[in-house]
């Protein structure tokens, strides 16, 4: 099993930006950042593969960051310009298994066996 606990959501104006962590118990070949809106379905984020490959949604590409500390176990993602719209909770995924996916696949949370609870992130006007 894979332990995964998010930190460092909070409040933030348009425009701000924020930092999130993702501690994981141990090493996995996808992590990927996840977002839940309100009033709308569950949509990727980004996702870091240990290939170095990185994957992003196209309405978030620009704005965000994702990175690995591989030796910590911690996933990060870097977000800029922060939108109202930004404003629900993120969450961490991890799956340990080693293939090529598709962006459409690596976005999907379907492939995602292991989630963590979650940190909201809230952005005012």
């Known amino acids: 099993q894979v332990q995964l606990v998010e930190s460092g959501g909070g409040s933030v104006q348009a425009g701000g930006s924020l930092r999130l962590s993702c501690a994981a118990s141990?090493?996995?070949?996808?992590m990927a950042w996840f977002r839940q809106v309100p009033g709308k379905e569950r949509e990727g984020v980004a996702v870091s593969a240990g290939s170095g490959r990185t994957y992003y949604a196209d309405s978030l590409k620009g704005r965000v960051t994702i990175s690995r500390d591989n030796a910590k176990n911690i996933l990060s993602l870097q977000m800029n310009s922060l939108k109202p719209e930004d404003t629900g909770m993120y969450f961490c995924?991890?799956?340990?298994?080693?293939?090529?996916?598709?962006?459409?696949?690596?976005?999907?949370?379907?492939?995602?066996?292991?989630w963590g609870r979650g940190t909201q992130v809230t952005v005012s006007s």
């Open positions: 995924a991890a799956d340990p298994g080693v293939y090529r996916w598709t962006t459409f696949q690596a976005l999907s949370g379907m492939n995602y066996p292991y």
């Open positions: 141990r090493y996995t070949y996808y």
